[in-house]
């Protein structure tokens, strides 16, 4: 019997652990109840936990391969497996990403093999008065399949969708002028699009999950544009109803791991920019959606 206690949340996604420490030894029988104790709820936070780069690299390497992100200059320089997500600027440059979050999104859907699963530690939570900002929304995505009407889940079929970082890029640039507006030129340098299955089967629990997001997903493969541009507005309202959704609100030292079949997320950007929000973050490979 392993030594933690495990509280799972109201809704359909979300739990906590408690009496963990991710930077300590763990047998593999202890790891592998985490790991069963996860695909369940598909976003559970560890408290309290002190991690340096190489410990939350360690731990993460537990559940799989790492997936370094496609922007080097958000890696951190000593770990490379490693993004730092942040509203912090040093010496004038930003240490990290600025508009990571700002779309519902899965994260890597743009790749061929997205990533399986993402851990994200928070270093620093803004904080004022006793109240912590910057919360982030998942969304279930098996949840969000279940719902649908038979009609719907009939017509999606085996459709698939373009999941494409080109199109995020220049939107996101428009929209929150944090990073540069590209040329189609300089847009080559990003991964193609990936097709990927509109209604994917969950690797693990063998569940069906709705996998489209507002962030990346563009089109609708072989569908006249209008017609996919209206079904896609109504599948990225459906995906994130209230029914779907945990929000979680940091608290320092919360290490949260998700699971990006089950779920999409979407940071919360409430807080001014003097408070500082520094958080660190692993992902680890996936294999091609089916
Ligand atoms: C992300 O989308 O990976 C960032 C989430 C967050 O900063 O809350």
Redesign the pocket.
Known sequence: MADFEFRPGDGPIGGEFLGVDAAAPMSDATFAEIEDLFYDRSVVVFRDQDLTPQQLVAFSARFGTLQPNVRAEIQNPDAPEITL?SNITENGKAIG?RD??RYW?S?LCYLGEPSKL?L?HALEVPERDGVAY???RFASAPAAYDALPDEMKARLGESKAANSYRYMWNRKAREFGVRPVLSDEELKQYPEDAIHPIVRTHPVTGRKCLYVCEGYTSRIDGMPEAESDALLQDLFAHAIKPEFVYRHN?RLGDLLVWDNCAVQ????FDYPPELR?R?Q?CAVEGAVPF
């Open positions: 997500i990403s990571a979050g999104h994260d993402t994200l910057g919360d982030t940091w997320h979407k940071a919360t929000r958080m973050r």
